[in-house]
């Protein structure tokens, strides 16, 4: 298969889905949990048939209509209010116990503003230093071309992973943080494989078009990039469907993740590097000629 020829091919795929998600981002932004926003966060579950109007319509009568509510499964609610204080919280439940029924309390959380903050100055500052470290890491064992190759097609699984989630809004807790460090880990394994085997072969091969060898080299590691994705798949799909409530978030920015990072490290690293080392050569000849 002809993966750098066709290469204009998966950059198209790639900006279908990553362009509608920035515009996604800048209209609408991210659905932030109370972990980043700040806030109090407050599971139930009725014992009645209720509907998320009326969950809305019984916060209405204390000016919390506003609040996100999110429906979960067997009258269950999930539901997100600015900071209150536990008088607040108590009028909150009694309010929904009296215009709906009767109700047992799941979960209560509360996080404050500052701390709201500081999560999220810590998240993306761990996200800064694993982009360094990687791209130090690959510098120094292929060369700066491979390392830039490969950031970029980390920052496409990011920035794919974060599409789904705008575009879906579906809520981001300190989780998901850990889901994009785990999708930055597998990701570039998945791809220092292929730049690996494209080193050898052209230790082996003195005369060679690159275009070619990296087709081959793609095709000499598809079997075990495919092997390694789908099992993983396998085990992050049976915990999206029978894992806890709480970690569906994170198994879904895990499951597009690692979809992402399997595509780009076959169809994306490679062809980018292929590209920058011709934006080079163009460079030096032009600076040659000059």
Do not use: C
């Not at 609610?77 to 047992?104: A, C, R």
């Not at 690293?269 to 011709?278: E, F, H, K, V, Y």
């Not at 934006?279 to 000849?285: A, D, E, Q, T």
């Amino acid at each position: 298969m002809d993966f750098v020829g066709k290469r204009k091919i998966w950059y198209i795929i790639s900006l279908l889905i990553i362009v509608p998600g920035l515009f996604s981002l800048a209209i609408q932004g991210l659905n932030l949990g109370i972990d980043f926003a700040g806030g109090n966060l407050i599971q139930v579950d009725f014992t009645q048939n209720v509907t998320t109007a009326e969950v809305r319509s019984a916060l209405g009568t204390i000016n919390l209509q506003d609040s996100g509510i999110q429906a979960s499964d067997n009258n269950s609610f999930i539901i997100k209010t600015k900071v209150m204080e536990e008088s607040e919280q108590d009028n909150l439940v009694s309010t929904l116990e009296k215009e709906l029924g009767e109700l047992e309390i799941q979960r209560s959380e509360k996080v404050g503003p500052t701390i709201g903050k500081e999560l999220r100055r810590s998240g993306f500052l761990a996200l800064g230093v694993a982009i360094l470290l990687m791209v130090v890491y690959i510098t120094f064992r292929f060369e700066f071309k491979f390392a830039v190759a490969a950031i970029i097609a980390l920052l496409h699984d990011i920035l794919v992973t974060l599409a789904f989630f705008s575009i879906l809004q579906i809520e981001i807790d300190v989780a998901f943080i850990a889901a994009i460090l785990t999708i930055f880990g597998y990701s570039i394994n998945a791809t220092i494989v292929i730049f690996d085997r494209v080193r050898e072969n052209m230790k082996k091969s003195k005369k060679h078009e690159l275009p070619s060898l990296v087709n081959t080299s793609i095709m000499q590691t598809m079997v075990r990039s495919i092997i390694t994705s789908v099992t993983t798949l396998f085990v992050l799909f049976a915990l999206f469907f029978f894992g806890g409530e709480t970690t569906k978030n994170l198994v879904l920015a895990l499951l597009i993740g690692i979809t992402s990072g399997a595509y780009s490290s076959i169809f994306l690293s490679s062809p980018l590097w292929i590209d920058l080392r011709r934006i080079g050569k163009n460079k030096s000849l032009k600076k040659a000629l000059a």
